[in-house]
Structures are given as structure tokens and as C-alpha cells.
């Protein structure tokens, strides 16, 4: 008796599909996609600033060994 009524609760279950869940998800997420592209921007921003100071600094980095060098030689 509980087998059958699990059984029949089993099969009257459906499992949704990724494109549902996707789609429920952007439905739900629609308000803030504006915002989420504005805070990759600014974050991709930020990031090749990071990446320009990282070089200035290996720059001024090899510049002062060059210096020590020279006063050393």
C-alpha cells in the first residue's frame, strides 16, 4: 500500500529541464542585470589598473637594480 503511493507520487513528479531552471533564474535575476553588467565593468576596469600599476612596479623595480648595479660596479 505505502510502495504504490510512493510509486505513484514518484511518477507524477517531473524533473525540470536546465532551460526551465535557466529561465526561472533569469526571470528572477532580470532586475539586477543591468547592475551585474555595470559591476563587471567596473571590475574589468579596476582589474587593468591593477595590471598597469603591476607592471610600473616591476619598472621602477628593475630601474633601482640598474641603479644599485652601476653604483656597486
Known sequence: ???SRVLDLISSMTVSSVSERKSDYSKK???NTCYQIDQQVKL???QAEV???LLKLQQLKQE???CTHEQSC
Do not use: E, G, P
Open 1 to 3: 500500500m505505502v510502495l
Open 29 to 31: 535575476n532580470s532586475t
Open 44 to 46: 574589468m576596469d579596476l
Open 51 to 53: 595590471d598597469l600599476l
Open 64 to 66: 633601482k637594480d640598474v
